[in-house]
């Protein structure tokens, strides 16, 4: 059945205005000079965080929430937004990133707009529009705002994943109004809320990664997948994909299979990536099918792929001296990381592949481990797929699922994280670093 949106009170529903013509200019080290600005500490406290795929939070309460019309635009780009269960709202655009630790800096607070245009002074990022009345519940409405700049990496937010979990209105593409895979919506609405904060699964599955790429000062280029279902370009060293990447179009995965030809590394700090075709239609996302159903498993480009759910085991590096776990010096173990959902080459089609790391014990499904995974493709790019989940989301310990992350544990996710990024961020690591093939070509 189709997902069918009941909205008490929605507001800004004339056609977008065309903006008038617009020039934004982002020179190299534009977001180490942003970082330098003063950021906004507790610029979230009053948003409380609900998980995207907590299909029980949705309690009676006075929330003021929203959407846009668009995902992400363009300098001299506009959206419209739409402000659902209220009248009005005040309305705080929050950038984020490192800024010396605040984590996010409000660049604009507007009282009544209900359109936001992207200029010089909002940089390319992604942003998390906060909205906040008197006597209701705050929630976020996250937007990207993108540049045509040359960038070290170019950031892939995966909103199309997060609206096939979003259960705002009762149906999500997993559950139904009682919280039954039989009664689940088998199309779903772009132009709705998400449930929980109102982020989506970008708070916990790829905030962390995002702010820790700012900090490290590297030029960023900011799409998201819808982007890439329309064929964009990417003029960047490395494509990064956050902690989970699920859903794709077909020509989003043309466009990544086709940068990595040309030379674009891709970096995949999650797991469960590339599973399930979906198509887009207007603002609509149609029904998943596994890309393996249809003989083109997500393991033909990234060497790996899902294979297990709900497990919890620690990683355990396979040769210390190997980039990048080599920065975590003889302790080549990080507890719990593999998991809840993990990756593997086994039984699998696929280029060779280096393991870089893999579960300390094995999960019992079919007998497979979890494992990270490189390989170099013929254009000297390289694929780095550390095959879990729960990476991003360890960083900040804010896993959905209740596991949890010791101190340890977080920094030595973020020394690789960071050793990743510093490299991938500036050339070919397939040329950089040839990889010891464990696991050859599986036709």
Not at 42 to 49: A, E, F, N, Q
Not at 260 to 271: A, C, W, Y
Not at 282 to 288: A, F, H, I, Y
Not at 349 to 357: C, D, F, M, Q, R
Request: hydrophobic share 40%; charged share 20%; aromatic share 10%.
């Amino acid at each position: 059945m189709r997902l069918t949106l009941v909205c008490a009170l929605v507001l800004g529903l004339m056609a977008p205005v065309a903006a008038p013509a617009q020039e934004c200019s982002w020179q190299a080290g534009w977001v180490k000079e942003e970082n330098a600005k003063a950021g906004n500490k507790g610029w979230d406290s009053d948003v409380v965080m609900r998980f995207s795929a907590d299909f029980s939070r949705r309690k009676e309460a006075k929330r003021v929430e929203g959407y846009f019309d668009q995902t992400s635009i363009g300098c001299g780009q506009s959206a419209t937004l739409k402000i659902v269960g209220a009248k009005s709202a005040d309305i705080s655009l929050y950038r984020i990133g490192y800024y010396k630790g605040a984590g996010a800096r409000l660049v604009k607070s507007i009282k009544s707009a209900k359109k936001i245009t992207a200029t010089q002074s909002t940089p390319p990022g992604q942003y998390l529009v906060k909205l906040k009345l008197t006597g209701y519940q705050s929630t976020f409405v996250p937007l990207v705002i993108t540049g045509e700049i040359s960038s070290d990496v170019t950031f892939i937010s995966s909103v199309l994943t997060w609206q096939a979990y979003n259960q705002w209105g009762g149906q999500s593409l997993y559950k139904g109004t009682d919280g039954q895979r039989e009664t689940r919506a088998t199309s779903v609405s772009l132009d709705r809320p998400y449930d929980g904060d109102g982020a989506g699964q970008f708070r916990y599955m790829e905030q962390p990664l995002v702010q820790l790429m700012e900090q490290l000062g590297l030029d960023i280029n900011y799409l998201t997948d819808i982007d890439l279902d329309k064929a964009a370009e990417i003029n960047s060293a490395s494509i990064v994909l956050g902690g989970h990447s699920e859903f794709w179009t077909q020509s989003m995965r043309d466009v990544i299979e086709k940068e990595i030809k040309e030379g674009t590394n891709l970096l995949i700090f999650g797991g469960n990536t590339a599973y399930a075709k979906t198509e887009l239609i207007d603002r609509t996302m149609n029904e998943r099918i596994p890309y393996r159903d249809i003989n083109q498993p997500e393991s033909l480009f990234m060497g790996s792929q899902f294979f297990a759910v709900g497990i919890r085991k620690d990683l355990e590096v396979q040769a210390t001296s190997s980039w990048p776990f080599n920065v975590l010096g003889k302790a080549g173990k990080i507890k719990g990381i593999y998991g809840y959902e993990a990756d593997t080459a086994m039984g699998t089609k696929g280029p060779g592949v280096e393991v870089l790391a893999r579960a300390s014990i094995s999960p019992t499904e079919k007998g497979f481990v979890a494992m990270s995974t490189y390989y170099a493709a013929p254009s000297g790019a390289g694929v780095l797929n550390l095959g879990t989940n729960a990476w991003v989301c360890a960083m900040a310990n804010r896993c959905p699922w209740g596991h949890s992350f010791d101190a340890k544990s977080m920094q030595q996710i973020r020394q690789v994280t960071t050793a990743i990024i510093a490299q991938a961020g500036r050339v070919k690591i397939g040329n950089w670093r040839v990889p010891q093939i464990d696991i050859p070509t599986r036709p």
